[in-house]
């Protein structure tokens, strides 16, 4: 990561208000953050200050209340309903902590979902998921359904799922909080060394501190604002602290 790395989500002044008059919460309270192209962005804060929040804004499933946000060049918030959906299915890549795979589909067939969902035909779709599980290590397991795998697995199954479209911005939350320590510094760093390799924008939502060195940055949130961002040790040029 370099201080020319261009700017792949920009955030100004952003809020999030879930309802309306005195029964109304502000989630975000004017977040401002950049999150450059290529680099590992980690979100690190107390439950309920956010996080989960902002990830959604920028990932186009919530709209913003205020402020001003670009992903890509765009704000997918401006989209309708319709386009929206194909940005995100074509530009983002989703990893969650309860995995969210489909029991009664092979892990073949699970990470073939955004493929088809893309039209994709059916036999290509499944020979580009199965070479996506080789990539995780997993080729030996693509037939097998998610209650025969093991959580790590899992968690490597929805880690291709969220790759196979090959998304330009990947969103993590809680990805390695189920898994115990050395599994999920394994599911890291696979996750890690498969979207540096193809210069993409990764945003972790995390409360496991034994992921921190993973991260080019970490972002500290608190009461919906970012208070602080720091150089992670993922960061190998050190470019020092900035938000």
């Known amino acids: 990561m370099n201080d020319t790395a261009a700017t792949a989500i920009r955030v100004t002044g952003l809020t999030k208000r879930f309802g309306n008059g005195e029964a109304a ?56 309903v319709n386009d929206r959906t194909r940005w995100r299915g074509a530009n983002i890549g989703f990893v969650f902590q309860a995995f969210n795979l489909m029991p009664a589909l092979t892990a073949t067939e699970n990470v073939s979902i955004p493929l088809l969902i893309r039209n994709v035909p059916q036999a290509e779709a499944q020979r580009r998921a199965r070479a996506m599980l080789e990539r995780v290590e997993l080729g030996s397991r693509a037939d097998a359904l998610p209650a025969q795998l093991s959580g790590g697995q899992q968690q490597r199954v929805a880690i291709a799922r969220a790759l196979v479209h090959e998304p330009k911005v990947v969103v993590c939350d809680e990805p390695t909080s189920a898994l115990d320590a050395e599994t999920g510094r394994n599911v890291m760093s696979i996750l890690h060394g498969m979207t540096r390799e193809s210069h993409r924008t990764l945003i972790v939502v995390t409360h496991d501190a034994r992921i921190f060195g993973f991260a080019d940055r970490i972002a500290r949130m608190d009461d919906g604002r970012v208070v602080a961002v720091e150089t992670g040790a993922g960061n190998k040029h050190g470019n020092g602290a900035r938000q």
């Open 25 to 80: 919460v502000l989630a975000l309270r004017g977040i401002d953050l950049e999150v450059r192209t290529g680099e590992l962005l980690m979100l690190v804060g107390p439950s309920g200050c956010g996080k989960t929040t902002l990830i959604s804004v920028v990932a186009g499933i919530m709209d913003k209340t205020d402020g001003a946000l670009e992903v890509l060049g765009i704000d997918p918030g401006a989209l309708p």
